[in-house]
Nanobody
């Protein structure tokens, strides 16, 4: 069992930056995909960005060019660098990891709040 713990959220003005971290209690080498999701009040969960074992990445259109996902396998940590933040980026951000196998083992963090003010 691997536990994921997010940190780095907070209150920031529009145009500002934050870096979210997702620390795993064990090795992340076995995770095929690691992702950041977000959920705003009254909205469904949205995939923000994902990164594969080979470092391939994908982003939601709304964050392309502003957010960067990365993973440090040596530190067992997933990151999300966010810049050019907008009020509509306000949400609880959660990390998700998916291992190999079928069905794959999946893990979620508890989430960290990001609030962007005007």
């Amino acid at each position: 069992q691997v536990h994921l713990v997010e940190s780095g959220g907070g209150l920031v003005q529009a145009g500002g930056s934050l870096r979210l971290s997702c620390a795993a209690s064990g090795s992340i080498l076995g995770f095929n995909v690691m992702e950041w999701y977000r959920q705003a009040p009254g909205m469904g969960r949205e995939l923000v960005a994902g990164i594969g074992r080979a470092g391939n990445t994908n982003y939601a259109e709304s964050v392309k060019g502003r957010f960067t996902i990365s993973r440090d396998n040596g530190k067992n940590t997933l990151y999300l660098q966010m810049s050019g933040l907008r009020p509509e980026d306000t949400a609880v951000y959660s990390c998700h990891a998916r291992g190999p196998g079928f069905p794959p083992m999946t893990y979620w963090g508890q989430g960290t709040q990001v609030t962007v003010s005007l």
